[in-house]
């Protein structure tokens, strides 16, 4: 199907919590805590990527002071070890995204920001202990950041983001580069907000069926954000029709794709104009599932899920979403199963921390090839300290 058509048949769009239950669903996962080493003298993971069982990558960035420093665990099989990253005089690194190549190596990506600025970062972690270093990618003359990358193969993959600002008259737009085994090179893409336009993550299905979610908003009514959803067909990126079920913000922050033309974004929503840069409490999470030319928007069953940050197709009707929810004021995590029905919360367990639990969060979320188990990462903190890095595994 072509880019024009899928633009077409995603107009019509179905908004439902999906009722009812599905025959035979499976149980539930339960999620147990893994140590990771610790951040000095804060930090959280934002991304994570399995290759299998025994490799993993997670990175982020851990707070030094005044400056941010990039954030890499690498998984062995047995235990989380840090590793370093290469060495930078910029004032801040932030690696948001990271995938493993067949070879077990790590491509992560984010931002560096040195004299007021921030440009795209891409760094590479060789599996077997040797250095790592930075791989040459784009870097748009008004500067700008990587959020999510999907790899393919080793000789194919996508890095996605934004580029410039939504300042002084020049709208932020739309950046997607394309790995061939060797380099990145820029790719063109659509950029239909006339004041800002970003993308989050980035999934691919096949060579010539890979989705982009973001959002974007409009010079004329600069409060109001709405989804963004892109697809490649092999020749050039298009925009989708996606659905804007918040009154004044559908923000999509991840995307996981169950097979060809079955497509989920998740993020939040929200109804309420407001003043606060960043308003959890008035968020409101919601899941878009796109299957037949049709999409559905779904909701937590639980009314305190503010914002779904991490989702993983692992079959057609078996999609695992990260949560983030407020109770009591109290940043939890939480992590949602579909299966056809309602929305069903997983089990967690409470953890291996030491103190009392002051908050937690979720902000990646990856499944072993497979059908193997899931990791989901971010950040957890107890009376014994600031946010120290977290991750919990699935039992299947």
Known sequence: ???????????????????????????????????HPAARPAGGLHAVAARSATEAWAVGWQTTGAEDAALVHHWTGTQWKSVPPPPSDAVSVRLTGVDVLPSGDAIAVGSTTAGGRTEPLIHGYPADGRAAGEIPGPVPAEGGSWRGVDLVSATDGWAVGFRGSAVDGKPAGTL????????????????????????????????????????????????VERSLVLHWDGVSWSRVASPDPGAVRTTLLAVSAAGPGQVWAVGYTQDVLTDEPDPDEL??????????????????????????????????????????????????????????????????????????????????????????????????????????????????
Not at 216 to 222: F, S
Not at 375 to 382: E, H, K, L, N, Y
């Open 283 to 396: 968020h409101r999470a919601v899941a878009l599932s796109y299957a037949g030319g049709v999409w559905k928007v779904l909701r937590s069953a639980q009314p305190a899920v503010t914002e779904y940050t991490g989702v993983a197709a692992v079959a057609p009707s078996d999609i695992v979403l990260a949560a983030y929810r407020l109770a009591g004021n109290t940043e939890t995590t939480t992590i949602e199963e579909w299966h056809g029905g309602a929305m069903t919360p997983d089990q967690i367990d409470p953890g291996i921390g030491n103190g009392e639990h002051l908050g937690s969060a979720l902000t990646g979320l990856a499944a072993e090839p497979g059908g193997g188990r899931l990791w989901a990462v971010g950040w957890r903190a107890d009376l014994t300290g600031a946010h120290q890095p977290h991750s919990l595994r699935s039992t299947r």
């Open 1 to 35: 199907m072509t880019s024009k058509a899928l633009t077409a048949v995603a107009a019509a769009v179905v908004v439902t919590a999906i009722p009812g239950t599905a025959a035979a669903a499976p149980a539930g996962r339960t999620w147990w805590s893994s140590v």
């Open 176 to 223: 997607i580069a394309r790995w061939d085994g060797s380099s990145w090179q820029r790719v063109p893409s659509p950029d239909p907000g006339t004041l800002s336009n970003r993308l989050s993550a980035v999934t691919a299905v096949a060579a010539d069926d890979v989705w982009a979610v973001g959002q974007t908003r409009d010079a004329d009514d600069a409060k």
